[in-house]
């Protein structure tokens, strides 16, 4: 039986004696959170909470920070259970350690929406443990039961007598008591903090600019590095040429990778124009061809390609073979890159101890084991220190910036060294979200009732994280759709065409959804029925997952009062599963002379038991704007093999000025949390295609907007 531990804790360059704990659930609660075949780290004592005798909290947090608020939502799920004060609280990363491996997923990773969703169970016995043994440290000092006290505002209170005493006074004495091993929990009711909106913790320096970004360290005697690789995929570097930078005074050191060239100067901008003076010859490689159109014509080819059945229901052939209607639709989304503000960085210094890395990563573990990778060290010798991510979306869960930094700093004889990336290279040498198609065919009945669905999907994917035998990433979205389809069948290929991909915020929701929902409006359209109803329709079979995505559709068709849409105006509608949460958007739209108007966005979500509020609207606008970027201008482009996009000239996010107003709805909910940072990203797409059509008759089947000669205009009054 696993158990909840504890051990002494000294802090920083002060030394606080008082309760600090870790804990590992038992097995049959790990059982029932964690994905079946998900290996468990074992849980080694190490401290998530400390409570020092001067009554600070300290925190420490598994997730990063990068905007999604984890810094604040998980601390509140261990403060509701503490009773703890949140002006005393402090916030600190957790360093590369198994120890804080998600229990859903088995890795250190702040990824895929799963911060809450698996850490809200442990996190809440941290706080529940600690508060039992407050009240019992409390407790025996003033020889009382510990029934009669509660936790409150970081205070034990006897609740006869009115006494009370701070954590911090009883925290020596609690530290040494037996750990309870089974404390109990506060019902969903109970809560007090969870559900409230609390300061966010990483406002107030983001504000006043004290915040630490990996870009903002500076350490003694620092360096700088600039880098450039190989423009097309899978190039090789074949010569360089570095006797013109070397007689420049701020010259230090070139580092000669396998795909490109690193230089070392006594500044950045020193060393970006001693770079400039490299001369370097690439090997182009296999993909020295390949464009953009010889990869749509790829994609179209995998159709044609036996690939895996990921979901198979009824029989879809003779089901099509008597429908009364039988559509068949292409639909295809680009390329696309993260473009994070904060381009790739990461400082590093290399002694004859080890190795120390300062980065914004979403992985510490990946970033600690690619830093060991290139100097031929164990793990254990290299220290990550976590700095705030000036924008993640899953690029900075890759380590490919961290190994060229690292051994930039090998070459600098202990100095520490921080490489930039320039913005031309963080967009022309990202792990892309891959290009994708999927061909749909649908049959409906004579009474417009969708009785059959065929998707074949074609994309390239990794394999699903913490879902062993789960079908991969790039189906989701669409097998696992909640809507009711008698003969429903899903196949996928995966299709790698070398072009590096990764994770981009909300994965494959991102853009299936696009796709699905889009195609199921058309069969609306040709059934001739309401595209609200149509869905509502499908979703009335009673299942927990069909029952909570027809309340968030009933929730915003309510909100936007979908049956009467201003005159001139048109609405799109799209809803789905996502991340453990369930998301939809309605879209309203005019266009005119090929400017497409967007007057206001309604969104709705039921993510279980809201955390936070504020944050999760603010996560629904962000993850709305990032995916709205996406569906008007969002496309990488190829041409022999590299990529055509380089800035936010030719790459551009949307502008202030752009956004739309928007609407965000909480569907009120007891359920354990799902995900928020993720979902919001995919609606806005199928939402404002289907708004597009009911407006113009133009059905979008391809990404971006601006493929098909249309133009953003946002009304804001």
């Not at 070139?254 to 070392?264: E, P, Q």
């Amino acid at each position: 039986m696993s158990d909840i531990t504890r051990r002494a804790f000294v802090g920083g360059a002060v030394a606080l004696t008082g309760l600090t704990l870790s804990l590992e659930l038992p097995a049959q609660e790990t059982a029932r959170q964690a994905a079946p075949g998900v290996p468990r780290p074992p849980r080694t004592p190490s401290a998530f909470l400390q409570i020092g005798e001067d009554d600070r909290i300290t925190i420490i947090t598994p997730a990063v920070e990068m905007g999604q608020g984890g810094h604040t939502s998980l601390p509140m799920i261990i403060m509701e259970e503490l009773g703890g004060n949140w002006d005393r609280l402090r916030v600190v990363d957790a360093p590369a350690a198994a120890i804080y491996n998600n229990p859903l997923f088995g890795l250190q990773a702040t990824v895929g929406s799963f911060s809450v969703r698996g850490w809200y169970l442990e996190l809440r016995r941290i706080g529940a443990a600690a508060r039992v043994m407050l009240l019992q440290a409390a407790a025996q000092t003033w020889k009382v039961s510990p029934e009669h006290c509660v936790a409150d505002g970081s205070e034990v209170i006897h609740d006869s007598s009115g006494r009370r005493c701070s954590f911090g006074s009883v925290a020596r004495l609690a530290a040494s008591l037996p750990i309870p091993q089974n404390p109990l929990l506060k019902t969903v009711a109970q809560y007090t903090m969870i559900g409230s909106s609390p300061p966010r913790v990483d406002v107030p320096d983001k504000v006043d600019g004290s915040a630490r970004y990996g870009i903002d360290v500076t350490l003694p005697d620092m360096l700088y590095a600039a880098v450039k690789t190989c423009p097309t995929f899978g190039g090789k570097l074949k010569s360089l040429d570095d006797s013109a930078c070397r007689s420049m005074p701020a010259y230090r050191a070139t580092v000669r990778l396998a795909d490109g060239v690193v230089v070392v100067a006594q500044s950045y901008w020193q060393a970006r124009k001693a770079l400039e003076r490299v001369k370097v010859e690439y090997e182009l490689g296999p993909l020295a061809g390949l464009d953009s159109e010889k990869v749509s014509q790829q994609l179209h080819a995998g159709f044609a390609e036996p690939g895996f059945v990921a979901r198979h229901d009824g029989k879809v052939e003779a089901a099509l073979a008597g429908a009364a209607k039988v559509l068949e639709s292409v639909y295809e989304v680009p390329y696309l890159a993260h473009a994070c503000m904060e381009p790739m960085n990461c400082t590093a210094r290399v002694t004859d101890a080890g190795c120390e890395i300062w980065c914004g990563t979403q992985n510490p573990q990946a970033a600690q084991a690619a830093a060991a990778t290139a100097l031929g060290i164990a793990p254990a010798r290299v220290q990550v220190h976590v700095q705030y991510l000036g924008g993640g979306f899953g690029r900075r869960g890759e380590a490919d910036y961290v190994t060229q930094a690292v051994l930039a700093a090998k070459a600098t004889q202990g100095k520490p060294v921080k490489l930039i990336w320039s913005r031309e290279e963080d967009i022309q040498h990202d792990f892309y979200r891959p290009a994708a198609a999927i061909r749909f065919r649908g049959g409906l009945d004579a009474a417009g009732k969708l009785v059959a669905l065929e998707a074949k999907i074609i994309s390239a994917s990794a394999p699903a994280i913490g879902r062993p035998g789960a079908p991969p990433f790039f189906v989701e979205a669409v097998e696992d759709a909640n809507y009711r389809i008698p003969n429903f069948y899903v196949t996928g290929l995966n299709k790698d065409l070398g072009v590096r991909f990764g994770f981009w915020r909300s994965v494959n929701h991102s853009h299936n959804p696009f796709m699905l929902e889009g195609f199921i409006d058309e069969l609306a359209r040709a059934a001739g029925k309401d595209p609200y109803l149509f869905r509502r329709e499908m979703l009335q079979h009673g299942s927990e997952g069909a029952r909570r995505q027809l309340a968030v559709l009933d929730l915003m068709a309510q909100k936007a009062n979908w049956q009467h849409p201003p005159a001139g105006h048109a609405f799109g509608i799209s809803a789905f599963e996502a991340f453990g949460s369930f998301i939809g958007t309605i879209v309203e739209v005019s266009v005119k002379d090929r400017f497409v108007t967007i007057h206001r966005v309604v969104q709705a979500i039921d993510c279980g038991v809201a955390i936070h509020p504020d944050n999760i609207s603010a996560q629904l606008e962000g993850g709305m704007a990032f995916g709205l970027t996406a569906a008007v201008r969002g496309e990488i482009t190829l041409r022999n093999g590299a990529v055509m996009q380089a800035n936010f000239n030719d790459y551009p996010a949307l502008a202030l000025s752009e956004m739309p107003l928007v609407e965000s709805y909480i569907v009120p909910s007891t359920a354990a949390p799902g995900g928020v940072g993720e979902p919001g990203t995919g609606p806005i797409a199928p939402s404002l295609g289907n708004a597009i059509y009911a407006a113009t008759g133009q059905r979008l089947r391809s990404l971006p907007l601006s493929r098909h000669r249309l133009s953003l205009k946002v009304a804001r009054t």
